[in-house]
């Protein structure tokens, strides 16, 4: 298994704002999960893309794939103050093990 | 779908106490999985199980820390002779393995934890 890890720790924009957070991983995946965090509750899935996938949309989410780079990331469209909230990714490898490992997370605030 | 379901939502423990959590899993899920997670870091990997079976264990957790998953639904974490460091948000997910499908495409899906406090 493998951490991703994320970048920038924290980010700060107005509602409205685009929003980008990047992820790396050391080695080769299967799939790349993205997880979102609200302060003191679980996290909650947001996206998966597979290896052979470059580009994946949901709603406002957008998430890239470059594997080559051994890279992801999630780029939030629109944001809106409730989109304040941790957001992790989580490469997979799929053999051996089927665990999931994640970085300290990019901690994302949005001003009304 | 009624969500994964972990009680306590809170404990408050003095050192060296024994503090036991359980986790519902969504009731289809077959893998249950328990994390750790302490301010400002994210959620440490502690074990998982597949139905009944404790498939891996991490090596950071001490034999202070066992679980369990008797009939393949619920599971419990105990923590014997709690120590202050212990004091985190003890997580629980669960996941699918679709029948013919690839286990590690489903995501998990988490409970809103338990807090521990040790004092």
């Known amino acids: 298994s493998q951490q991703g890890e994320e970048d920038p720790q924290a980010l700060s924009i107005q509602e409205g704002e685009n929003a980008t957070m990047n992820c790396s991983y050391k080695t080769s995946i299967n799939n790349l999960q993205w997880y979102r965090q609200n302060s003191g509750r679980g996290l909650v899935h947001l996206i998966l893309i597979r290896s052979n996938e470059r580009e994946k949309h949901s709603g406002r989410l957008r998430v890239t794939l470059d594997t080559s780079k051994k890279s992801s990331s999630l780029l939030i469209t629109a944001s809106r103050a409730a989109d304040t909230a941790s957001y992790f990714c989580a490469p997979r490898a799929g053999y051996n093990t089927d665990k999931l490992i994640f970085g300290t997370g990019t901690r994302l605030q949005v001003f009304p | 779908d009624t969500g994964v379901s972990q009680d306590p939502r809170h404990k408050i423990t003095k050192r060296g106490q024994n503090v036991t959590f359980r986790c519902d899993p969504i009731s289809e899920h077959n893998r249950l999985y328990w994390y750790r997670q302490t301010l400002g870091q994210g959620p440490e990997f502690l074990t998982y199980?597949?139905?009944?079976?404790?498939?891996?264990k991490s090596r950071l957790l001490s034999d202070r820390f066992s679980a369990e998953r008797p009939k393949g639904s619920f599971s419990t974490l105990e923590i014997q002779r709690t120590e202050q460091g212990d004091s985190a948000m003890y997580l629980c997910?669960?996941?699918?393995?679709?029948?013919?499908?690839?286990?590690?495409?489903?995501?998990?899906?988490f409970g809103n934890g338990t807090r521990l406090t040790v004092t």
């Open positions: 997910a669960s996941s699918s393995r679709p029948t013919g499908g690839i286990s590690y495409n489903s995501p998990l899906h």
């Open positions: 199980f597949q139905n009944e079976a404790q498939l891996e």
